[in-house]
């Protein structure tokens, strides 16, 4: 069976028509928009002493981890529940678009969105805040795409069993309060006790987060590197298993 491949004018379509949907629902697009400038502005104002460079760069590492989670996984639960129940995705199997184009698609503006504004909280916040710009932006682009796309599958997962778009802020709950409590978002995992560290390591977002830390920081070490690279491709393969298994493309009856 051959793989799936994307079309860049179906994608560039399928995309459009979903950030006219995004645009239309201002409170929610406002709050995205101005969410970096906020972080920003309130860390500046609480930080003080010798370690607030130290502590302003583990927060802007982990305003990353936020925005990823907020406007990728978050927001796009939403837009793909919606999507179902309004037969939007029904729709678009019967035309050209194949399986992976309508979820790229959907999910290409809240993409968008989230490198924008990542892009915005790194460079301003290290303007702002005084703290060195990332040691390897290399890494930290790689980090961040691999979160844009590791998410995006698992909130394709999550409204499989979501029923509406009511209830999407129960059911992405669980994995928002595991990432932000295990997977190193303020707190590196490692600083945990025990067992707790080492199951913090295998949560579906500390791979990406070591990274992210790895490529503003730098100095990881190569085996370091490898094991967060290993933890999200583990994690990408596992969740693309799962969206071809449990995926929803019509409303439940």
């Not at 502005?41 to 907020?70: H, K, P």
């Not at 796009?76 to 129940?85: D, G, I, T």
């Amino acid at each position: 069976m051959s793989m799936p491949t994307l079309s860049p004018g179906r994608l560039t379509a399928l995309g459009r028509c979903e950030l006219t949907l995004l645009v239309r629902n201002r409170a929610a697009l406002s709050v995205a928009l101005l969410m970096p400038a906020l972080m920003v502005f309130v860390l500046r104002s609480t930080l003080s002493g010798d370690t607030a460079a130290a502590v302003a760069e583990a927060t802007l590492t982990g305003g990353i981890g936020m925005v990823l989670m907020l406007v990728v996984y978050m927001n796009l639960v939403s837009a793909f529940v919606a999507r179902r129940e309004e037969l939007v995705l029904k729709r678009l199997r019967t035309g050209e678009a194949n399986d992976l184009e309508i979820l790229a698609g959907t999910a290409l503006p809240a993409a968008v969105l989230a490198v924008g504004q990542i892009t915005v909280l790194a460079v301003a916040g290290a303007a702002a805040l005084d703290v060195r710009m990332p040691a390897n932006p290399l890494l930290l682009a790689a980090a961040v795409l691999a979160g844009v796309v590791l998410l995006a599958g698992m909130a394709a997962v999550t409204s499989s069993f979501t029923r509406n778009v009511e209830s999407a802020g129960l059911t992405t709950l669980p994995l928002f309060l595991l990432t932000v409590l295990g997977s190193g978002l303020f707190v590196p995992a490692d600083s945990l006790p025990g067992v707790l560290a080492s199951v913090s390591e295998l949560l579906p977002l500390s791979g990406v987060m070591a990274l992210v830390r790895a490529g503003w920081s730098g100095g990881a070490e190569a085996y370091d590197l490898l094991g967060a690279a290993l933890n999200t491709l583990a994690w990408v393969m596992i969740t693309v298993f799962a969206v071809q298994k449990w995926f929803r493309w019509e409303p439940r009856r």
